[in-house]
């Protein structure tokens, strides 16, 4: 493949897109409208949100929910610095079981990243900014533990017009918009948290209250909805081999390609306090969209099914001389005993999830675990393990102790833990 296309001059790029088999954004990007501000824009985000809003600017002429990425963190600037370049535009490489089961997509839907450091001025002013109806979030499950003492949380709340963090951001942002008599945005958790629109509601109060603002807090808590979310896609990081990759096999010169697998999901509360896209429109499969009331349900579900399972498998598959996720699932001892401890222990606590066969949703599961084609270690799942424990597994042997069972798969991912340490 000798056809190159340089993200950023896209469009006059069409036809050699077109003979490299990608499939390009039928929509005018000039014409898409920002809707959404993206706090800290990871590769997940980019292979989740970002593609339903081009699917939705795409296939149903939703142009009105572009999505503007703002960097908080030191680490985001590296990719505020590449898509910037590429005038917001990357590839989305998805890869099912089969090896011919691979779709590669433009995501159209970023129109611009920015890093809040380099241009804070202009990160407060999108925030502001009527347009702005959601802002969502990526920061993963350590960004929800606020410390009121740290010394950037302290910087924020004694000078709440210039913020350093993602909590000063949004509350100045809010206060901005009261103040100006706007409505407020939503705010969206779409990180891997139980209740995570509860989580996130309440660090947002907890900083508010820091700042003695009576009517800011009033503000929050009467007009500002935080709905709860699943979500749900395997997404990798991304390396110099997938770069060398979508050069060579697609002729797409991309700095930031991102690679997941097929399956997509998102379950989210109906929630919304200054409008939303049409969700619905997504319903179907593969897009796997539910606007519901039972969130925790779902999350429940796919916390102690999936996530259990998943950090289970890798540190006892480290511990083996595994490297990839697939492989420990080639291993039919592995693969026994995550279907015992999906079966004997997390299924008798669950409770009914509307809609879902459980059965399927774990053979589902192992198909998942088991795509050859998507290259996710183990070592990458087994980082920040005490975090995820707690979340993952604790709760599994807790209840099953509650009851008298003695939870010995459970038991045996601990001491595979234990040992990785």
């Known amino acids: ?53 081009d699917i939705l600017a795409s296939e149903h002429k939703q142009t009105d929910w572009g999505i503007v990425g703002i960097g908080v963190r030191s680490f985001d600037k590296t990719k505020s610095r590449i898509m910037k370049a590429q005038n917001g535009l990357y590839t989305l490489v998805t890869k099912g079981n089969d ?50 003492n740290n010394v950037d949380i302290q910087h924020d709340l004694k000078n709440p017009d210039k913020p350093r963090t993602i909590f000063g951001f949004i509350v100045h942002a809010l206060d901005a918009r009261r103040r100006a008599n706007e409505k407020p945005f939503t705010v969206m958790s779409c990180d ?25 807090i009033e503000y929050i808590e009467t007009q500002v909805t935080f709905p709860s979310s699943m979500v749900d896609r395997i997404t990798l990081a991304t390396t110099d081999a997938d770069r060398k990759y979508v050069r060579l096999h697609y002729g797409i010169s991309d700095g930031w390609p991102v690679i997941s697998e097929a399956f997509v999901q998102w379950v ?101 675990f088991s795509n050859p084609n998507i290259k996710d270690t183990a070592v990458r799942v087994c980082r920040n393990g005490a975090s995820k424990f707690s979340k993952f597994v604790v709760p599994i042997i807790v209840e099953q102790l509650k009851r008298g069972n003695n939870p010995h798969f459970c038991a045996l991912s601990v001491g595979a833990w234990i040992r990785y340490l």
């Open 1 to 53: 493949m000798t056809t190159n296309i340089v993200l950023g001059q896209l469009i006059v790029n069409r036809p050699k897109c077109e003979a490299a088999r990608t499939h390009l954004p039928s929509y005018d990007r000039n014409q898409l409208k920002h809707g959404i501000v993206h706090l800290s824009v990871g590769n997940f985000v980019c292979s989740h949100l970002a593609y339903y809003m």
């Open 192 to 216: 891997n948290v139980q209740r995570n629109g509860e989580v996130i509601k309440r660090c947002v109060l907890q900083f508010a209250k820091g700042l003695n603002n009576t009517h800011l």
């Open 268 to 368: 989210i509360e109906d929630s919304f306090c200054n409008g939303r896209p049409p969700l619905e429109l997504l319903s179907s499969s593969p897009y796997n969209v539910l606007l519901t009331e039972h969130v925790e349900a779902y999350g429940n579900m796919k916390i102690h099914l999936l996530n259990a399972s998943h950090i289970s498998m890798c540190y006892l598959g480290h511990l083996m001389g595994y490297t990839y996720i697939y492989e420990i699932m080639l291993d039919k001892y592995s693969k026994i005993y995550i279907k015992q401890l999906m079966n004997v222990e997390v299924t008798p606590i669950l409770p009914p999830v509307p809609g879902i066969d459980l059965e399927q949703y774990k053979r589902t599961l192992i198909e998942r």
């Open 99 to 148: 090896e011919n089961d691979v779709n590669v997509r433009i995501i159209g839907s970023l129109i611009d990243y920015i890093h809040a450091s380099d241009e804070p001025e202009n990160a407060l002013s999108i925030l502001v900014h009527p347009n702005t109806k959601i802002l969502s979030m990526t920061i993963t499950a350590s960004g929800y533990d606020l410390d009121m």
